[in-house]
């Protein structure tokens, strides 16, 4: 039989009052979201290990790599998943199986919840008449709006796309008007156009003054919407507060970088001579990797180097697949 771990959790009594700020708030910064020294495990496996933090109003960035625990954390936020120890609040109440909480909580979760049969409006409706609205229809027009989906109500949700799918899954998470959204990994699946869209939408709703926390494990997407970053790696928080210095310290530590232009080759040979840059590799597709310890400096230099040499440079992107370095270098300094 195994032996589960062996903390316990504390009553909410015993739980001191502090002066300091939780981490991921400013000094005097009122939370809406306030989690304190929250676990989970399943049998000898933690998911989550003594997490603890406040979110305010604004949009917030749930920052991991997979696996790293972030949808644990927003499902038990949701009260979907119960703690094993530590407590959650939202608006100074516990989360948990409180249906009036719910009424003021919004949760677009990762997985593909939806019904196919229904078209977009039934499905959408369907969240409003849960919700005890008093006109659903009305109430599903106008979250399908905010969504850009009108065109597509009447159709089935089984012949959606996953970007369509992910905007129709806000949309019913939006239907009730809640001053707390939760999203996971609402960009998955989506083009180009679809995300700009909902990267607005929720810049829009956290400057109404709601509070949104959106997951996502790629940085560049996080930098466009966040104000404030909680950096989740193995289940613990790494880094949490505000997006640009954490970007600073992020972008001081060795990255990959992919440039794609029409001379990869005389380029990187330009590139290679310049402090900032490391080791190159070459991708194909008209494209090398770089190795760089200063983000900013490479790609100031990048394109000066480009124009000078004559080369038309057509992409640079830090890789996100280079956060695994990063993750592990928030977690042990």
């Known amino acids: 039989m195994t032996d589960k771990p062996r903390w316990m959790p504390r009553p909410v009594d015993d739980i001191a009052p502090s002066s300091a700020p939780l981490p991921g708030l400013g000094a005097g910064v009122e939370p809406t979201i306030v989690v304190d020294r929250v676990s989970k495990w399943y049998g000898d496996v933690v998911a989550v290990s003594d997490v603890s933090f406040g979110i305010a109003p604004g949009v917030t960035g749930l920052l991991g790599p997979n696996g790293a625990g972030k949808s644990t954390i927003l499902k038990m936020m949701a009260g979907l998943l119960a703690p094993s120890t530590g407590t ?3 608006d100074g109440r516990p989360v948990r199986g409180n249906p009036l909480i719910y009424r003021r909580l919004g949760v677009v979760p990762e997985q593909e919840q939806v019904y196919p049969f229904l078209t977009g409006f039934e499905f959408v409706r369907l969240n409003a008449i849960l919700q005890k609205l008093p006109d659903p229809a009305e109430a599903a027009r106008r979250a399908i709006a905010l969504v850009e989906m009108a065109s597509a109500a009447e159709r089935r949700v089984g012949g959606y796309s996953k970007g369509m799918r992910q905007r129709i899954k806000v949309a019913a998470a939006l239907v009730h008007d809640p ?3 939760l999203l996971d990994e609402p960009l998955n ?6 995300r700009a869209a909902l990267i607005a939408l929720m810049r829009r709703l956290g400057a109404t003054g709601r509070t949104v926390v959106v997951s996502s494990h790629v940085l560049s997407e996080v930098e466009r919407f966040a104000e404030n970053i909680l950096v989740i790696i193995n289940g613990k928080l790494a880094a949490a507060g505000d997006f640009h210095t954490i970007r600073d310290k992020m972008d001081e530590h060795p990255r990959a970088v992919r440039v794609r232009s029409s001379d990869p080759r005389r380029l990187a040979a330009a590139l290679i001579e310049i402090p900032a840059t490391g080791a190159v590799r070459f991708d194909g597709d008209g494209a090398f ?3 760089t310890d200063d983000v900013r400096a490479f790609c100031r230099a990048a394109p000066a180097l480009a124009r000078r040499e004559g080369i038309h440079v057509y992409e640079i992107q830090a890789l996100d ?3 695994s370095s990063v993750f592990a270098y928030l977690v042990g300094r």
């Not at 699946?189 to 679809?194: K, L, N, R, S, W």
Request: net charge negative; charged share 15%.
């Open 321 to 323: 697949e280079s956060l």
């Open 189 to 194: 699946g989506t083009d180009p156009v679809q």
């Open 88 to 90: 959650i609040s939202l």
């Open 179 to 181: 001053q707390t959204i």
């Open 289 to 291: 990797t770089a190795e």
